[in-house]
């Protein structure tokens, strides 16, 4: 069958009608009322240890109703998942829609799963125009302060219909505590406290709740000032399966054959890969069949009044049927064999009774093609040239003369899966604290910025991976994606045709658009800021001078005459992890009677968003029984860290054993702040002032600690610029080298045809290390990585 191709339509002088339609006009409006913007933050890794440093690049690739230049401060906060509190945040400088920096995670922080929340300051209508989330797990790098379990003790059955859950804590060497224990848990809707036994037991009895989106009984153990989380997937009694059918265009008409995708997911949003068998009129027609992403297809002619239903193969679910929607009587059926098109997308067209209709390619925001077309035959196929398409996600809807969707399908215009950057290094295997030399190649486009992580393979978790690509043009397009068990959907195209069958976009729908007003687009700009205020025992009458110091640069602020000021961007820079002070110029410490109160826009934010945003995964009923499970094998972490003490599991500051006031210590090998001994080791101790410390290699002067007045000084949050990442070659054999990161690069400028060089240095740990680069070209998003093996000596 011969193929019709819509681009000679228009080369011989047929011109595009609807130019000034309803349509299009209300596309423009459905843009401006829902726009979509593009933060993606590039983390160095997603599996962390405590004191670890995560590093990482802010893009802000598409804006929404704000340009990219006006947004100007990112914010990053760590949230934990199991109860969503807020731990800490900070503040980092955005120019250009380029924003780098790196957090330091508390040594006393709980392992467990977290989430990095990052957004700019920029609001529409009160919320972040760009928001931006990266699933985290944290693990520990020393052995928890006691030993905590859990275990199913006894199921629910016909008898005690209920469940018997066993919590047990022992110290450290298997011995009992000196004391009870808080014991406190989440099941469904449940949420109880208690207390363990003398024995340091817990026997907690729950009720089965059905239809639990998330199976997990949670439980948080506090002893003293040490906490630790467990978890238990309890057994579910049988559910329905979740089961939806996706007719291709839209709608099963009567006497045309056409392809139902559909798909199959468990209480928790898991996608299940199962068989199952298709009736018509309760007589078995067909066995079909999902992947391992829940998702299927076959095909089907229907007819008028047939019943069609579908039954699951599946013994972990209640035996029902899944009814498939009735069939039109007239309509127009819409195929696509490859929804990943390049330059050209084919279509076949099917219809019993509309001839006449009008084809629209567009994504919802702007429509790239719109023509009258009429059906000569019951049966045609199209092919469409995307010359005019921008690359990404594209939907042909089909409409009648009243604007009514007779079919839809979306499609990827212009999938290009080429070697973007060419990764190669001088070897495949090396040994430990070996020089790698790295090449990079551009090979699309005139110029790429990227970063450049390279990292041990473990510490990326496949089901919490993150890509440009893959963002860019599905997650912050779509509705919730399953896992691609490759890590990279984008670069995956069964995954890509199977997702396309099934999903919608996450923003906009044909109802929304029709339904679109000119009011709609109206929306309240504004942006986050800092301000603060001077308050006194007596009224101000007159405006005072705030003194803003950073290390030893002081800049003056005048406030109004009640003591209101604002905190501009740059009163506000500071170095990494240094600290800003105010203190009201002129002011002592005997006559002091003030206190500087600060408002932190990015602080209010950050309490609502901790609870409005979800988590973007789906819930995993897994288990983390044994609170050990979270700890670094031995051959990741230095044999010294077993000896570390934390005096305060609470306190984030870094004040535990052998530093000084100011947080500075010195560890047995001579080094500042050692990143390899973090504070709390035993041999470390505080530097003396004038005495000389390696600092990221380099002997330098320590200048002292001088720790300011609290009464006069009031400390102020700052917006931080990036830390540098420090390289060694580790040539000193007895100093312990365990970095599961190791090397960082915020931004490397990659030029087309033109190799560039890095090199840098294993560490001690052994195993698979995956190079990953991305970033953005003068054109595109790109992403790259590379695998090499490091093996002892």
Not at 254 to 264: D, R
Not at 357 to 379: A, W
Not at 595 to 624: G, R, V, Y
């Amino acid at each position: 069958m011969r193929f019709l191709i819509l681009y000679f339509l228009f080369c011989f002088g047929l011109q595009t009608t609807f130019a000034q339609n309803s349509i299009e006009q209300k596309m423009a409006w459905y843009a401006l009322a829902k726009p979509t913007s593009n933060l993606f933050v590039h983390f160095d890794k997603n599996v962390y240890s405590n004191n670890e440093t995560s590093y990482f690049t802010g893009y802000l690739i598409k804006e929404a109703k704000t340009e990219v230049a006006k947004h100007t401060i990112m914010s990053v906060a760590l949230i934990r998942d199991v109860d969503s509190t807020l731990l800490f945040e900070d503040k980092f400088l955005i120019n250009e829609g380029l924003a780098f920096g790196s957090l330091v995670l508390p040594d006393s922080i709980p392992t467990g799963n977290y989430r990095f929340l990052a957004y700019t300051d920029r609001l529409i209508n009160g919320m972040p125009e760009a928001i931006f989330i990266q699933n985290i797990t944290i693990k520990s790098s020393i052995d928890p302060a006691f030993k905590a379990n859990i275990k199913l003790a006894e199921a629910a059955n016909a008898e005690s219909k209920s469940y018997k859950v066993l919590i047990a804590a022992t110290t450290r060497d298997d011995r009992f505590l000196p004391k009870p224990i808080k014991v406190s848990y989440k099941y469904g809707n449940v949420r109880k406290n208690t207390l363990t036994d003398a024995s340091g037991q817990s026997l907690i009895t729950l009720t089965p709740q059905n239809n639990l989106a998330d199976p997990n009984i949670y439980v948080k153990l506090k002893s003293e000032k040490d906490s630790s989380f467990i978890n238990l997937a309890l057994p579910q009694t049988k559910n329905k399966a979740l089961v939806k059918f996706y007719p291709e265009g839209g709608n099963m008409v009567a006497g045309l054959s056409s392809t139902i995708g559909w798909e199959a997911k468990d209480q928790q949003q898991m996608p299940l890969a199962l068989k199952a068998f298709l009736y018509k009129n309760k007589k078995v027609i067909d066995t079909i069949e999902t992947s391992s992403y829940g998702i299927g297809k076959f095909n089907l002619t229907p007819e008028i009044g047939a019943d069609y239903t579908v039954k699951l193969v599946h013994s972990g679910f209640i035996d029902t049927l899944y009814h498939l929607p009735m069939p039109i009587e007239k309509g127009l059926t819409l195929n696509m064999q490859n929804a990943i098109a390049k330059d050209t997308v084919r279509l076949n067209l099917k219809s019993n009774g509309f001839k006449k209709f009008t084809i629209l390619v567009h994504n919802f925001r702007t429509s790239f093609l719109t023509t009258p077309f009429e059906m000569d035959r019951d049966n045609i196929n199209i092919k469409i040239p995307l010359s005019d398409v921008p690359k990404g996600l594209t939907t042909i809807t089909i409409i009648d003369s009243l604007n009514r969707p007779l079919a839809e399908r979306m499609f990827f215009a212009h999938y290009d899966n080429a070697e973007k950057i060419s990764i190669t290094t001088d070897q495949k295997i090396y040994k430990q604290r070996e020089k790698i030399n790295l090449k990079l190649k551009l090979n699309v486009d005139k110029n790429a910025l990227v970063s450049i992580a390279c990292i041990q393979n473990n510490r990326l978790e496949i089901k919490k991976m993150t890509d440009i690509e893959s963002y860019s043009y599905l997650n912050n397009e779509l509705s919730s994606l399953p896992i691609n068990v490759k890590g990279n959907g984008y670069k995956d195209i069964n995954y890509l045709e199977q997702i396309l069958l099934v999903k919608g976009w996450r923003r906009y729908t044909w109802q929304g658009l029709q339904a679109i007003n000119y009011t709609d687009t109206t929306a309240t700009l504004d942006s986050l800021k800092m301000s603060g205020q001077v308050t006194k025992r007596k009224e101000i009458k007159d405006s005072l001078i705030i003194a803003s110091m950073i290390n030893e640069r002081i800049k003056l602020i005048k406030t109004t005459n009640k003591g209101l000021f604002n905190l501009n961007i740059e009163d506000l820079i500071a170095p990494p992890e240094k600290k800003i002070y105010l203190f009201v110029n002129g002011a002592t410490k005997a006559s002091y009677p003030t206190k500087i109160l600060i408002h932190d826009d990015f602080t209010t934010m950050n309490q609502k968003l901790t609870k409005s945003t979800a988590i973007e995964q789906p819930i995993l009923p897994s288990s983390l029984q044994n609170n050990a499970e979270l700890v670094l094998k031995n051959d990741e972490k230095s044999i010294r860290l077993k000896e570390v003490v934390i005096r305060n599991k609470n306190d984030f500051s870094f004040n535990g054993t052998g530093a000084n006031a100011c947080g500075d210590y010195v560890c047995s090998y001579n080094n500042l702040n050692c990143r390899n001994h973090p504070n709390g080791t035993i041999g470390n101790h505080p530097p003396i002032t004038g005495g000389t410390y390696n600092v990221n290699g380099i002997p330098t002067l320590y200048q002292g600690c001088t720790v300011v007045d609290q009464k006069i000084f009031f400390l102020v949050k700052g917006i931080h610029l990036q830390k540098e990442f420090y390289m060694s070659d580790y040539k000193d054999p007895l100093e312990p080298a365990f970095f599961s990161t190791i090397y960082w690069n915020y931004a490397t400028v990659l030029n087309t045809g033109k190799e560039t060089e890095l090199s840098f240095y294993t560490s001690d740990i052994t195993g698979k290390f995956r190079i990953v680069v991305q970033g953005i070209t003068n054109k595109d998003v790109i992403y790259a990585e590379d695998f090499f093996e490091v093996k002892g000596k």
